[in-house]
Protein backbone atom coordinates (compact mmCIF):
# COMPACT_ATOMS: atom_id res chain seq x y z
CA UNK A 1 0.00 0.00 0.00
CA UNK A 2 1.12 3.13 -1.21
CA UNK A 3 1.19 6.37 1.35
CA UNK A 4 -1.92 7.71 -0.46
CA UNK A 5 -3.61 5.29 0.62
CA UNK A 6 -2.58 4.81 3.83
CA UNK A 7 -3.68 8.08 4.40
CA UNK A 8 -6.95 7.65 3.10
CA UNK A 9 -7.79 5.26 5.25
CA UNK A 10 -6.47 7.13 8.34
CA UNK A 11 -9.08 10.44 7.18
CA UNK A 12 -11.92 8.11 6.79
CA UNK A 13 -11.67 6.73 10.52
CA UNK A 14 -10.98 10.69 11.83
CA UNK A 15 -14.42 11.36 9.74
CA UNK A 16 -16.01 8.73 11.52
CA UNK A 17 -14.63 9.68 14.80
CA UNK A 18 -15.77 13.34 14.23
CA UNK A 19 -19.28 12.62 12.87
CA UNK A 20 -19.63 9.98 16.00
CA UNK A 21 -18.64 12.73 18.29
CA UNK A 22 -21.06 15.35 16.85
CA UNK A 23 -24.14 13.13 17.21
CA UNK A 24 -23.27 11.83 20.34
CA UNK A 25 -22.70 15.39 22.00
CA UNK A 26 -26.05 16.39 19.87
CA UNK A 27 -27.84 12.87 21.24
CA UNK A 28 -26.37 14.15 25.08
CA UNK A 29 -28.43 17.48 24.42
CA UNK A 30 -31.52 15.83 23.30
CA UNK A 31 -32.17 14.30 26.39
CA UNK A 32 -31.62 17.25 28.18
CA UNK A 33 -33.68 19.19 25.89
CA UNK A 34 -36.52 16.07 25.98
CA UNK A 35 -36.34 16.68 29.93
CA UNK A 36 -36.50 20.77 29.55
CA UNK A 37 -39.28 20.54 27.13
CA UNK A 38 -41.21 18.10 28.32
CA UNK A 39 -41.22 20.27 31.95
CA UNK A 40 -42.48 23.57 29.85
CA UNK A 41 -45.02 21.37 28.66
CA UNK A 42 -46.32 19.83 31.77
CA UNK A 43 -45.56 23.31 33.71
CA UNK A 44 -42.74 22.55 35.63
CA UNK A 45 -38.77 23.43 35.38
CA UNK A 46 -36.73 19.97 34.57
CA UNK A 47 -33.08 20.05 35.52
CA UNK A 48 -31.49 23.43 35.87
CA UNK A 49 -28.86 22.69 38.22
CA UNK A 50 -26.14 21.53 37.24
CA UNK A 51 -24.13 24.38 35.03
CA UNK A 52 -25.71 26.74 33.35
CA UNK A 53 -29.87 26.77 32.66
CA UNK A 54 -28.93 22.46 33.03
CA UNK A 55 -26.33 22.41 30.44
CA UNK A 56 -24.13 19.89 32.49
CA UNK A 57 -26.60 17.98 33.37
CA UNK A 58 -26.28 14.95 30.37
CA UNK A 59 -22.37 14.95 31.45
CA UNK A 60 -23.55 14.79 35.16
CA UNK A 61 -25.69 11.89 34.26
CA UNK A 62 -23.14 10.08 32.17
CA UNK A 63 -21.43 9.81 35.27
CA UNK A 64 -23.74 8.62 37.22
CA UNK A 65 -24.15 5.89 35.28
CA UNK A 66 -20.49 4.93 35.15
CA UNK A 67 -20.18 4.76 38.62
CA UNK A 68 -23.33 2.82 39.27
CA UNK A 69 -23.12 -1.19 40.57
CA UNK A 70 -23.86 -3.01 37.63
CA UNK A 71 -25.96 -5.57 38.49
CA UNK A 72 -26.53 -9.11 35.98
CA UNK A 73 -28.93 -11.67 36.64
CA UNK A 74 -28.61 -14.71 38.14
CA UNK A 75 -30.61 -16.74 35.76
CA UNK A 76 -29.92 -14.63 32.74
CA UNK A 77 -27.90 -16.16 29.27
CA UNK A 78 -25.06 -14.30 30.17
CA UNK A 79 -23.47 -13.71 26.60
CA UNK A 80 -26.60 -12.75 24.54
CA UNK A 81 -27.13 -10.28 27.92
CA UNK A 82 -23.85 -8.75 27.05
CA UNK A 83 -24.64 -9.04 23.28
CA UNK A 84 -27.91 -7.11 23.40
CA UNK A 85 -27.32 -3.56 24.12
CA UNK A 86 -24.24 -3.88 22.24
CA UNK A 87 -25.92 -4.75 19.24
CA UNK A 88 -28.59 -1.67 20.09
CA UNK A 89 -25.82 0.66 19.99
CA UNK A 90 -23.83 -0.21 17.51
CA UNK A 91 -27.03 -0.71 14.68
CA UNK A 92 -28.18 2.80 15.88
CA UNK A 93 -24.62 4.50 15.33
CA UNK A 94 -24.08 2.62 11.71
CA UNK A 95 -26.33 4.12 9.68
CA UNK A 96 -24.41 7.80 10.65
CA UNK A 97 -21.67 7.50 8.24
CA UNK A 98 -24.03 7.35 5.10
CA UNK A 99 -26.05 10.68 5.00
CA UNK A 100 -24.68 13.35 3.64
CA UNK A 101 -24.76 16.45 5.82
CA UNK A 102 -23.44 19.51 3.44
CA UNK A 103 -22.66 19.66 -0.45
CA UNK A 104 -19.25 19.61 -1.76
CA UNK A 105 -16.68 21.72 0.85
CA UNK A 106 -14.85 23.58 -1.85
CA UNK A 107 -11.22 24.44 0.05
CA UNK A 108 -9.09 27.68 -1.15
CA UNK A 109 -5.91 25.96 -1.36
CA UNK A 110 -4.78 22.50 -2.38
CA UNK A 111 -3.64 20.59 0.62
CA UNK A 112 -1.69 17.86 -0.09
CA UNK A 113 -3.28 14.18 0.47
CA UNK A 114 -6.50 15.90 0.72
CA UNK A 115 -7.25 17.60 -2.25
CA UNK A 116 -9.60 20.73 -2.90
CA UNK A 117 -12.73 19.17 -2.33
CA UNK A 118 -14.13 17.54 0.79
CA UNK A 119 -17.45 15.63 -0.11
CA UNK A 120 -19.40 16.50 3.62
CA UNK A 121 -20.01 12.90 3.66
CA UNK A 122 -18.29 10.17 5.23
CA UNK A 123 -19.13 6.88 3.41
CA UNK A 124 -20.59 7.58 -0.60
CA UNK A 125 -22.82 4.28 -1.15
CA UNK A 126 -24.72 3.26 -4.12
CA UNK A 127 -27.67 1.77 -2.37
CA UNK A 128 -26.96 4.01 0.83
CA UNK A 129 -30.97 3.90 1.46
CA UNK A 130 -30.73 0.38 1.75
CA UNK A 131 -28.04 0.23 3.84
CA UNK A 132 -29.85 2.29 5.81
CA UNK A 133 -32.92 0.19 6.24
CA UNK A 134 -31.03 -3.22 6.50
CA UNK A 135 -29.12 -1.70 9.20
CA UNK A 136 -32.22 -0.57 11.32
CA UNK A 137 -33.55 -4.19 10.45
CA UNK A 138 -31.10 -5.65 11.97
CA UNK A 139 -31.25 -3.25 15.31
CA UNK A 140 -34.48 -5.14 16.07
CA UNK A 141 -32.30 -8.01 17.75
CA UNK A 142 -30.38 -5.87 20.09
CA UNK A 143 -34.48 -4.96 22.01
CA UNK A 144 -35.40 -8.80 21.21
CA UNK A 145 -32.54 -10.42 22.80
CA UNK A 146 -32.49 -8.49 25.65
CA UNK A 147 -35.88 -8.92 26.84
CA UNK A 148 -34.94 -12.54 25.88
CA UNK A 149 -31.94 -13.34 28.00
CA UNK A 150 -33.22 -11.01 31.13
CA UNK A 151 -35.05 -14.15 32.27
CA UNK A 152 -37.90 -11.99 33.13
CA UNK A 153 -41.16 -12.21 32.11
CA UNK A 154 -41.61 -8.21 31.82
CA UNK A 155 -38.48 -8.24 29.73
CA UNK A 156 -39.72 -11.21 27.38
CA UNK A 157 -43.05 -9.80 26.81
CA UNK A 158 -41.80 -6.38 26.18
CA UNK A 159 -39.11 -8.08 23.43
CA UNK A 160 -42.24 -9.84 22.09
CA UNK A 161 -43.96 -6.56 21.49
CA UNK A 162 -41.17 -4.02 20.45
CA UNK A 163 -40.15 -7.35 17.47
CA UNK A 164 -44.16 -7.54 16.26
CA UNK A 165 -44.32 -4.12 16.16
CA UNK A 166 -40.91 -3.26 15.00
CA UNK A 167 -41.47 -5.53 11.81
CA UNK A 168 -45.21 -4.05 11.55
CA UNK A 169 -44.36 -0.61 11.16
CA UNK A 170 -40.94 -1.40 8.83
CA UNK A 171 -43.33 -2.54 6.15
CA UNK A 172 -45.02 0.77 5.76
CA UNK A 173 -41.58 2.52 6.76
CA UNK A 174 -40.18 1.05 3.70
CA UNK A 175 -43.43 1.74 1.49
CA UNK A 176 -43.57 5.07 2.47
CA UNK A 177 -39.80 5.67 1.19
CA UNK A 178 -40.68 4.09 -2.26
CA UNK A 179 -42.59 7.15 -3.89
CA UNK A 180 -39.26 9.69 -3.20
CA UNK A 181 -37.30 6.92 -4.71
CA UNK A 182 -39.23 7.14 -8.02
CA UNK A 183 -39.25 10.65 -8.39
CA UNK A 184 -35.37 10.63 -7.33
CA UNK A 185 -34.51 7.57 -9.88
CA UNK A 186 -31.85 6.41 -7.18
CA UNK A 187 -31.19 4.85 -3.91
CA UNK A 188 -28.46 7.17 -3.48
CA UNK A 189 -29.21 9.25 -0.74
CA UNK A 190 -26.34 12.37 -2.38
CA UNK A 191 -28.13 12.06 -5.72
CA UNK A 192 -31.60 11.97 -3.90
CA UNK A 193 -30.39 15.10 -2.48
CA UNK A 194 -29.79 16.81 -4.98
CA UNK A 195 -32.73 16.03 -7.07
CA UNK A 196 -34.14 18.34 -4.41
CA UNK A 197 -31.15 21.52 -4.97
CA UNK A 198 -34.42 22.26 -8.30
CA UNK A 199 -36.02 24.85 -7.76
CA UNK A 200 -33.25 27.39 -5.94
CA UNK A 201 -33.44 24.53 -3.33
CA UNK A 202 -36.59 24.38 -2.41
CA UNK A 203 -37.99 21.30 -4.87
CA UNK A 204 -38.49 19.39 -1.06
CA UNK A 205 -40.12 16.02 -1.97
CA UNK A 206 -42.67 16.70 0.67
CA UNK A 207 -44.47 19.13 -1.98
CA UNK A 208 -44.55 15.82 -4.13
CA UNK A 209 -45.20 13.12 -1.64
CA UNK A 210 -47.07 14.33 1.11
CA UNK A 211 -48.84 11.36 2.09
CA UNK A 212 -45.69 9.08 2.01
CA UNK A 213 -44.09 12.04 4.49
CA UNK A 214 -46.99 11.32 7.00
CA UNK A 215 -46.68 8.08 6.71
CA UNK A 216 -42.72 7.64 7.06
CA UNK A 217 -43.18 10.23 10.38
CA UNK A 218 -45.54 7.81 12.25
CA UNK A 219 -43.93 4.47 11.20
CA UNK A 220 -40.66 6.26 12.32
CA UNK A 221 -42.10 7.31 15.59
CA UNK A 222 -43.07 3.32 16.37
CA UNK A 223 -39.57 2.18 14.79
CA UNK A 224 -38.09 4.22 17.59
CA UNK A 225 -40.24 2.54 19.93
CA UNK A 226 -41.09 6.46 21.39
CA UNK A 227 -44.64 7.20 22.69
CA UNK A 228 -47.17 6.73 22.18
CA UNK A 229 -45.65 3.48 20.22
CA UNK A 230 -43.49 2.75 23.43
CA UNK A 231 -44.99 -0.17 24.49
CA UNK A 232 -42.22 -2.51 24.45
CA UNK A 233 -41.41 -0.43 27.88
CA UNK A 234 -44.84 0.65 28.84
CA UNK A 235 -44.01 1.54 32.77
CA UNK A 236 -47.48 0.74 33.63
CA UNK A 237 -47.80 -2.62 32.82
CA UNK A 238 -44.06 -4.38 31.84
CA UNK A 239 -42.25 -2.44 34.73
CA UNK A 240 -39.79 -0.88 32.50
CA UNK A 241 -40.45 -3.80 29.78
CA UNK A 242 -36.80 -5.14 27.44
CA UNK A 243 -34.65 -3.18 30.06
CA UNK A 244 -36.30 -4.09 33.09
CA UNK A 245 -32.99 -5.98 34.46
CA UNK A 246 -30.55 -3.75 32.53
CA UNK A 247 -28.35 -1.51 34.84
CA UNK A 248 -25.46 1.13 34.78
CA UNK A 249 -23.82 1.48 31.93
CA UNK A 250 -25.68 -1.73 29.84
CA UNK A 251 -28.99 0.45 30.91
CA UNK A 252 -27.30 3.48 29.01
CA UNK A 253 -26.13 2.00 26.14
CA UNK A 254 -29.92 1.44 25.12
CA UNK A 255 -31.23 4.85 26.32
CA UNK A 256 -28.37 6.23 23.86
CA UNK A 257 -29.72 3.88 21.50
CA UNK A 258 -33.11 5.20 21.90
CA UNK A 259 -31.90 8.41 20.84
CA UNK A 260 -29.42 8.01 18.46
CA UNK A 261 -32.44 6.02 16.42
CA UNK A 262 -34.49 9.23 16.88
CA UNK A 263 -31.72 11.46 15.79
CA UNK A 264 -31.19 9.05 12.60
CA UNK A 265 -34.43 8.81 11.80
CA UNK A 266 -34.80 12.34 11.81
CA UNK A 267 -31.77 12.45 9.60
CA UNK A 268 -33.39 10.13 7.15
CA UNK A 269 -36.97 12.60 7.20
CA UNK A 270 -34.47 15.14 6.58
CA UNK A 271 -32.47 13.48 3.76
CA UNK A 272 -35.50 12.12 1.81
CA UNK A 273 -38.10 14.42 2.39
CA UNK A 274 -37.16 18.00 4.02
CA UNK A 275 -34.39 18.48 0.68
CA UNK A 276 -31.84 17.18 2.62
CA UNK A 277 -28.57 20.13 2.80
CA UNK A 278 -30.70 22.21 0.68
CA UNK A 279 -31.17 25.73 1.94
CA UNK A 280 -33.12 27.51 -0.51
CA UNK A 281 -31.68 30.71 -2.38
CA UNK A 282 -28.66 30.04 0.00
CA UNK A 283 -26.91 29.17 -3.31
CA UNK A 284 -27.93 31.83 -5.18
CA UNK A 285 -26.59 34.28 -2.18
CA UNK A 286 -23.31 32.81 -1.22
CA UNK A 287 -22.57 31.42 -4.73
CA UNK A 288 -22.29 27.42 -5.21
CA UNK A 289 -18.56 27.18 -4.65
CA UNK A 290 -18.26 29.17 -1.61
CA UNK A 291 -17.19 27.72 1.82
CA UNK A 292 -20.54 29.90 3.08
CA UNK A 293 -22.50 28.55 1.52
CA UNK A 294 -21.52 24.67 2.21
CA UNK A 295 -21.33 26.24 5.97
CA UNK A 296 -24.98 27.39 5.88
CA UNK A 297 -25.82 24.40 4.05
CA UNK A 298 -24.93 22.07 6.84
CA UNK A 299 -26.35 24.35 9.13
CA UNK A 300 -29.78 24.10 7.57
CA UNK A 301 -29.52 20.53 7.53
CA UNK A 302 -28.58 20.78 11.52
CA UNK A 303 -31.64 23.00 12.04
CA UNK A 304 -34.39 20.27 9.66
CA UNK A 305 -32.94 17.44 12.16
CA UNK A 306 -33.71 20.03 14.86
CA UNK A 307 -37.24 20.39 13.98
CA UNK A 308 -38.07 17.39 14.14
CA UNK A 309 -36.66 16.29 17.08
CA UNK A 310 -38.63 18.98 18.53
CA UNK A 311 -41.60 17.43 17.11
CA UNK A 312 -40.55 13.91 18.40
CA UNK A 313 -40.33 15.43 22.03
CA UNK A 314 -43.75 17.51 21.63
CA UNK A 315 -45.49 14.40 20.41
CA UNK A 316 -44.27 12.69 23.65
CA UNK A 317 -45.40 15.11 25.68
CA UNK A 318 -48.85 15.24 24.27
CA UNK A 319 -50.28 12.19 23.09
CA UNK A 320 -50.83 8.98 25.21
CA UNK A 321 -49.85 5.58 24.49
CA UNK A 322 -51.69 2.95 22.19
CA UNK A 323 -53.11 -0.31 23.26
CA UNK A 324 -51.46 -3.18 21.58
CA UNK A 325 -54.19 -4.38 19.29
CA UNK A 326 -54.95 -0.91 18.52
CA UNK A 327 -51.38 -0.28 17.74
CA UNK A 328 -51.22 -3.57 15.38
CA UNK A 329 -54.41 -2.52 13.49
CA UNK A 330 -53.27 1.22 12.68
CA UNK A 331 -50.27 -0.07 11.62
CA UNK A 332 -51.88 -3.01 9.21
CA UNK A 333 -55.48 -1.62 8.44
CA UNK A 334 -54.83 1.99 7.95
CA UNK A 335 -50.64 3.14 7.58
CA UNK A 336 -50.02 -0.17 5.48
CA UNK A 337 -52.57 0.22 3.13
CA UNK A 338 -52.40 4.31 3.27
CA UNK A 339 -48.24 3.94 2.05
CA UNK A 340 -48.98 1.33 -1.04
CA UNK A 341 -52.08 4.12 -1.49
CA UNK A 342 -49.31 7.27 -1.76
CA UNK A 343 -47.14 4.69 -4.27
CA UNK A 344 -50.05 4.08 -6.40
CA UNK A 345 -50.73 8.09 -6.97
CA UNK A 346 -47.04 8.71 -6.95
CA UNK A 347 -46.37 6.16 -9.95
CA UNK A 348 -49.83 7.42 -11.63
CA UNK A 349 -48.49 10.76 -11.78
CA UNK A 350 -45.05 9.74 -12.96
CA UNK A 351 -46.29 7.92 -15.43
CA UNK A 352 -48.69 10.54 -17.37
CA UNK A 353 -45.86 13.06 -16.59
CA UNK A 354 -47.46 15.26 -14.24
CA UNK A 355 -44.77 14.97 -11.65
CA UNK B 1 -6.61 -6.51 0.77
CA UNK B 2 -9.81 -7.60 -0.82
CA UNK B 3 -8.09 -11.11 -0.60
CA UNK B 4 -7.65 -10.68 3.15
CA UNK B 5 -11.62 -9.18 3.57
CA UNK B 6 -12.71 -12.62 1.63
CA UNK B 7 -10.70 -15.15 3.75
CA UNK B 8 -12.27 -13.07 6.92
CA UNK B 9 -16.19 -12.96 6.02
CA UNK B 10 -15.68 -16.56 4.05
CA UNK B 11 -13.93 -18.20 7.82
CA UNK B 12 -16.68 -15.82 9.91
CA UNK B 13 -19.74 -17.16 7.18
CA UNK B 14 -18.03 -20.66 7.70
CA UNK B 15 -17.37 -20.76 11.47
CA UNK B 16 -21.17 -19.46 11.93
CA UNK B 17 -22.61 -22.38 10.02
CA UNK B 18 -20.39 -25.06 12.02
CA UNK B 19 -22.05 -22.75 15.10
CA UNK B 20 -25.79 -23.28 13.80
CA UNK B 21 -25.16 -26.94 13.93
CA UNK B 22 -23.20 -27.45 16.71
CA UNK B 23 -25.33 -25.16 19.17
CA UNK B 24 -27.42 -27.16 21.06
CA UNK B 25 -29.64 -23.79 22.82
CA UNK B 26 -32.18 -23.17 19.81
CA UNK B 27 -31.35 -18.87 20.65
CA UNK B 28 -27.90 -19.06 19.56
CA UNK B 29 -28.52 -21.41 16.40
CA UNK B 30 -30.49 -18.53 14.88
CA UNK B 31 -27.83 -15.73 16.60
CA UNK B 32 -25.32 -17.49 13.87
CA UNK B 33 -27.30 -18.36 11.01
CA UNK B 34 -27.85 -14.09 11.22
CA UNK B 35 -24.05 -14.22 11.63
CA UNK B 36 -24.06 -16.27 8.20
CA UNK B 37 -26.24 -14.27 6.64
CA UNK B 38 -24.07 -11.11 7.78
CA UNK B 39 -21.10 -12.55 6.17
CA UNK B 40 -22.42 -13.82 3.08
CA UNK B 41 -23.84 -9.87 2.34
CA UNK B 42 -20.49 -8.54 3.11
CA UNK B 43 -18.63 -11.15 0.50
CA UNK B 44 -22.01 -10.09 -2.00
CA UNK B 45 -20.88 -6.50 -1.55
CA UNK B 46 -17.18 -7.56 -2.25
CA UNK B 47 -18.41 -9.13 -5.48
CA UNK B 48 -20.05 -5.63 -6.56
CA UNK B 49 -22.99 -6.44 -5.90
CA UNK B 50 -24.79 -3.81 -3.41
CA UNK B 51 -28.54 -4.45 -4.13
CA UNK B 52 -28.60 -7.92 -3.42
CA UNK B 53 -26.21 -8.04 -0.24
CA UNK B 54 -28.82 -5.07 0.88
CA UNK B 55 -31.60 -6.79 0.28
CA UNK B 56 -29.84 -10.14 1.96
CA UNK B 57 -29.49 -8.02 5.36
CA UNK B 58 -32.98 -7.08 5.20
CA UNK B 59 -34.91 -9.86 4.05
CA UNK B 60 -33.22 -12.54 5.61
CA UNK B 61 -31.28 -10.85 8.71
CA UNK B 62 -33.60 -7.97 9.30
CA UNK B 63 -37.74 -10.01 8.33
CA UNK B 64 -37.27 -13.62 8.45
CA UNK B 65 -34.60 -14.29 11.30
CA UNK B 66 -36.19 -11.89 13.37
CA UNK B 67 -39.46 -13.81 12.76
CA UNK B 68 -37.66 -17.27 13.75
CA UNK B 69 -35.99 -15.60 16.78
CA UNK B 70 -39.80 -14.34 17.78
CA UNK B 71 -41.02 -17.81 17.50
CA UNK B 72 -38.25 -19.39 19.74
CA UNK B 73 -38.91 -16.41 22.43
CA UNK B 74 -42.60 -16.92 22.18
CA UNK B 75 -42.23 -20.72 22.48
CA UNK B 76 -39.29 -20.31 25.14
CA UNK B 77 -38.15 -23.98 23.85
CA UNK B 78 -35.98 -25.11 26.21
CA UNK B 79 -32.06 -26.52 25.55
CA UNK B 80 -32.56 -29.43 23.45
CA UNK B 81 -30.94 -32.27 25.39
CA UNK B 82 -28.11 -34.43 24.25
CA UNK B 83 -29.12 -37.78 23.11
CA UNK B 84 -27.64 -40.74 21.55
CA UNK B 85 -27.55 -40.08 17.74
CA UNK B 86 -28.51 -42.91 15.90
CA UNK B 87 -25.63 -42.71 12.99
CA UNK B 88 -26.38 -45.76 10.59
CA UNK B 89 -26.16 -45.28 7.07
CA UNK B 90 -25.90 -41.47 7.55
CA UNK B 91 -21.98 -41.68 8.09
CA UNK B 92 -21.18 -43.43 4.78
CA UNK B 93 -23.88 -40.83 3.00
CA UNK B 94 -21.99 -38.30 4.75
CA UNK B 95 -18.93 -39.02 3.51
CA UNK B 96 -19.88 -39.88 0.14
CA UNK B 97 -21.58 -36.30 -0.40
CA UNK B 98 -18.52 -34.51 0.84
CA UNK B 99 -16.72 -36.58 -1.59
CA UNK B 100 -19.14 -35.27 -4.55
CA UNK B 101 -18.99 -31.59 -2.87
CA UNK B 102 -14.70 -31.23 -2.51
CA UNK B 103 -14.81 -33.14 -6.33
CA UNK B 104 -16.98 -30.85 -7.54
CA UNK B 105 -14.99 -27.53 -6.38
CA UNK B 106 -11.72 -29.46 -7.20
CA UNK B 107 -13.12 -29.87 -10.37
CA UNK B 108 -14.11 -26.27 -10.71
CA UNK B 109 -11.08 -25.18 -9.48
CA UNK B 110 -9.12 -27.01 -12.05
CA UNK B 111 -10.86 -26.46 -15.35
CA UNK B 112 -11.96 -23.10 -14.75
CA UNK B 113 -9.59 -20.69 -15.30
CA UNK B 114 -9.59 -17.56 -13.42
CA UNK B 115 -9.64 -15.02 -16.01
CA UNK B 116 -8.55 -11.43 -14.29
CA UNK B 117 -9.13 -9.17 -17.56
CA UNK B 118 -13.05 -9.97 -17.05
CA UNK B 119 -14.81 -6.64 -17.60
CA UNK B 120 -17.09 -5.21 -14.88
CA UNK B 121 -20.21 -6.26 -15.11
CA UNK B 122 -23.49 -4.41 -13.68
CA UNK B 123 -25.48 -7.79 -12.70
CA UNK B 124 -25.75 -6.63 -8.74
CA UNK B 125 -26.20 -2.89 -9.15
CA UNK B 126 -29.96 -2.07 -8.84
CA UNK B 127 -30.76 -0.36 -11.64
CA UNK B 128 -30.19 -3.83 -13.85
CA UNK B 129 -31.76 -5.80 -10.96
CA UNK B 130 -34.79 -3.82 -11.53
CA UNK B 131 -35.07 -3.67 -15.46
CA UNK B 132 -34.42 -7.26 -15.74
CA UNK B 133 -37.01 -8.14 -13.21
CA UNK B 134 -39.34 -6.32 -15.28
CA UNK B 135 -38.77 -6.90 -18.73
CA UNK B 136 -37.02 -10.24 -19.35
CA UNK B 137 -38.08 -12.17 -16.08
CA UNK B 138 -41.29 -10.62 -15.68
CA UNK B 139 -43.43 -14.13 -15.79
CA UNK B 140 -41.09 -15.84 -13.10
CA UNK B 141 -41.22 -12.81 -11.17
CA UNK B 142 -45.40 -12.41 -10.82
CA UNK B 143 -45.33 -16.11 -10.65
CA UNK B 144 -43.63 -15.74 -7.50
CA UNK B 145 -45.70 -13.10 -5.81
CA UNK B 146 -48.70 -15.16 -6.82
CA UNK B 147 -46.82 -17.88 -4.97
CA UNK B 148 -46.22 -15.98 -1.93
CA UNK B 149 -49.58 -14.12 -2.14
CA UNK B 150 -51.10 -18.45 -1.92
CA UNK B 151 -48.92 -19.13 1.10
CA UNK B 152 -50.01 -15.35 2.99
CA UNK B 153 -53.93 -16.35 2.32
CA UNK B 154 -53.02 -20.54 3.03
CA UNK B 155 -51.44 -19.16 6.49
CA UNK B 156 -54.40 -16.56 7.28
CA UNK B 157 -56.90 -19.85 6.46
CA UNK B 158 -55.18 -21.88 9.09
CA UNK B 159 -54.86 -19.52 11.39
CA UNK B 160 -58.33 -18.72 11.47
CA UNK B 161 -59.64 -22.18 11.54
CA UNK B 162 -62.19 -22.20 13.72
CA UNK B 163 -64.06 -25.33 13.84
CA UNK B 164 -66.33 -26.79 16.58
CA UNK B 165 -64.60 -24.20 18.82
CA UNK B 166 -65.76 -21.24 20.58
CA UNK B 167 -62.85 -18.28 20.19
CA UNK B 168 -62.30 -19.03 24.63
CA UNK B 169 -61.39 -22.47 24.23
CA UNK B 170 -58.36 -23.70 24.19
CA UNK B 171 -56.92 -26.05 21.85
CA UNK B 172 -53.58 -28.24 22.67
CA UNK B 173 -51.97 -30.23 19.79
CA UNK B 174 -52.63 -34.08 21.39
CA UNK B 175 -54.62 -32.93 24.23
CA UNK B 176 -57.47 -30.75 24.25
CA UNK B 177 -58.69 -29.32 27.66
CA UNK B 178 -62.58 -27.87 27.03
CA UNK B 179 -65.31 -27.58 28.87
CA UNK B 180 -67.73 -29.88 26.94
CA UNK B 181 -70.56 -27.09 27.51
CA UNK B 182 -68.27 -25.05 25.26
CA UNK B 183 -68.62 -27.51 22.28
CA UNK B 184 -72.15 -27.97 22.93
CA UNK B 185 -74.53 -25.28 25.13
CA UNK B 186 -76.58 -28.00 25.65
CA UNK B 187 -74.97 -30.68 26.36
CA UNK B 188 -74.90 -31.46 30.46
CA UNK B 189 -71.34 -31.89 31.03
CA UNK B 190 -70.51 -29.17 32.70
CA UNK B 191 -67.07 -29.26 34.03
CA UNK B 192 -63.67 -29.01 32.16
CA UNK B 193 -62.43 -32.71 31.07
CA UNK B 194 -59.28 -33.32 29.98
CA UNK B 195 -58.67 -35.49 26.70
CA UNK B 196 -55.72 -37.13 25.25
CA UNK B 197 -57.27 -36.35 21.54
CA UNK B 198 -55.57 -34.83 18.47
CA UNK B 199 -59.00 -33.33 16.93
CA UNK B 200 -61.97 -31.53 18.29
CA UNK B 201 -64.56 -33.72 16.65
CA UNK B 202 -62.87 -36.86 18.39
CA UNK B 203 -63.28 -35.24 21.88
CA UNK B 204 -66.36 -33.99 20.89
CA UNK B 205 -67.44 -37.83 20.59
CA UNK B 206 -65.86 -39.51 23.36
CA UNK B 207 -67.90 -36.62 25.09
CA UNK B 208 -70.83 -38.38 23.54
CA UNK B 209 -72.06 -34.77 22.11
CA UNK B 210 -74.36 -35.83 18.97
CA UNK B 211 -73.64 -32.95 17.03
CA UNK B 212 -70.76 -30.29 17.29
CA UNK B 213 -71.99 -26.57 16.61
CA UNK B 214 -69.83 -25.03 14.35
CA UNK B 215 -69.30 -21.42 14.88
CA UNK B 216 -69.20 -20.64 11.77
CA UNK B 217 -72.31 -21.54 10.61
CA UNK B 218 -74.31 -19.11 12.81
Redesign the interface.
Known amino acids: MDSQAIIDIVLRFVAITVVFTIVLLIVAYTVLAERRVLGLIQGRLGPNRVGYGGMLQPFADLLKFILKEDIVPDKSTRFIYFLAPVIATMCALMTMIVYPFGPDLNLPANIPYIGSTIPLVVAHFDVGLLYVLGVTSVGVYGIALAGWSSNNKYSLMGGLRSSAQMISYELALGLSLIGPILLAGSLDLTKIVETQSRWHGSAWLILFTPISFIVYLIAAIAETNRVPFDLPEAETELVAGFHTEYSAMKFALFFLAEYINMFTVSMLATTIFLGGWNVPFAEDIFGRNSMLFALVSAIGFLLKIIFFLFLYIWIRGTLPRFRFDQLMNFGWKFLLPLALFSIFLTATLIFFNVL | ?LVLLFILFGGLAIGCAVNVVAQR?P??CA?SL?GVF?SL?SLYLMLAA??I???Q??VY???IM??V??VI??L?VEQDERRQIRVGFLVPAAVVLAGLLIGEVAFFLWSVSPNPTLPPSDIG??SSIGTNLFTTYLLPFEITSILLLMAIVGAMTLAHRTGVLTPNARVIPGAQVLAASEIDPSSSHEFPTTLATGSTTEAARILEISSPRTPDRE
Do not use: K, R, S
Open positions: MNLYIIVAPFAAVIIAGAVLVFMLNLT
